[in-house]
Every structure is written in C-alpha cells, then in structure tokens.
C-alpha cells in the first residue's frame, strides 16, 4: 500500500512538473509559424516571439512600437504608437468594447543561436524615396555602425544580434571615433557622406 501511494505521489508530481514548465501560449501564435514575431493588440510597443514552448512577449525600446511594415521595432517619429493609444482610448471612452486599427504583423526570427532569446531588430521608418539597408550582424563578431540619417542613434551588433541605441541627451555617435559624443564636438556619418 506504501509503495502505491509513493508511486502515485511521485506520479503527481513529475505531471506538475511538467505543466509548470511549459512556457506562456500566446493566442497570436496559433496560426504563426514557429519562431516568428507578431504584434501584441493590445500595445503598439510590444511584440510576442512565436516558438512553441519558448514563446515570449517583450517590448521594443523607449520611443519605438512594432511596425507591421517593415517588420521590426521603428522609431516613433511620426506618432504611430501614439495615434493608435489615442484611438484607443477615445473609442473605449465610447464604446468600451473597440480596439485600435491594427493589424498583426509578422516577422522570421533573426539568424542566431537555437534557444537563445531574439528580439527584433530596431530600425527608422523609411522617410526617403531610397531605402536605407541596415547592417549585417555577423555572429562571430561584435560591431558598431553610424546610423545613416540620424546622428544621435547607432547601430550595434552584439552575438550576431542587430540593436539600434541612442546616445545620452545632446550627444551623438561620433563615426570616426566609435562613441558618443557632445553634438558641438560630433563627427556624424550622414555630414560626412552627404555633407548635411
């Protein structure tokens, strides 16, 4: 009788085990392909990556959202975030049942390590007829590079991961030198190759 109950107890907890372990199900994910990126409904700035068990929601950094465009986190020059947060809550004010006009995007993952956490890329809508490429981050390797139109932002490769970061308050990345610096001392990438 001892040895049924430990065996039944063991039973129970290998089964609790292994529901606990199980990641997060998002519903976003139902009709998505494994390891893909879509845009979570209920905030612009947020994107849920798609894997099965290894499913996570995470958020573009501080002044981005998830552009369904281009696929990726964007600046938010334009107020996208903002429009689609005021939309929402003007319809709620009304009806408290609507949601922003937004539609989910998707986007592969990026070339990387199995198991290791990605997150999309960040990159400024386009504003050009022509399109601006972003880098290419090599997994051996990491690397900085100038952001082509922007002088306070950079690129930086980390792990064969591309991420966009923006220097301190008036400061901007300084290409020939590979740091931030004051913008009355800057040597930025879009004056030297376009003479802005």
């Known amino acids: 009788m001892v040895t049924k109950a430990a065996t039944l107890l063991c039973l129970l907890l290998l089964t609790g085990a292994l529901t606990f372990g199980q990641g997060e199900e998002f519903p ?13 409904v209920e905030d612009c700035a947020s994107y849920i990556y798609c894997n099965g068990e290894d499913s996570f929601r995470d958020s573009c950094p501080d002044q981005t959202y998830f552009d369904e465009k281009a696929q990726e986190c964007a600046f938010d020059d334009a107020g996208f975030c903002l429009r689609g947060a005021a939309t929402l809550n003007a319809t709620e004010a009304e ?3 609507s949601a922003p006009e937004e539609v989910l995007p998707t986007i592969t993952a990026p070339a990387g390590a199995p198991g290791s ?10 504003s050009s007829s022509a399109p601006v490429s972003r880098p290419h981050c090599d997994a051996s390797s990491d690397s900085f590079h100038p952001h082509p139109q922007r002088c306070e932002y950079y690129y930086q490769c980390l792990s064969g991961y591309l991420t966009i970061v923006r220097c301190p308050y008036n400061y901007g990345w300084d290409h020939p030198k590979q740091q931030c610096l004051p913008l009355s001392e800057v040597q930025c990438y879009s004056s030297l190759i376009y003479g802005f």
């Open 95 to 97: 009806t408290e049942a």
């Open 117 to 126: 956490n990605p997150s999309p890329a960040s990159n400024p809508p386009a």
């Open 28 to 40: 976003q994910c139902v009709d998505v392909a494994l390891e893909t990126f879509v845009m979570a």
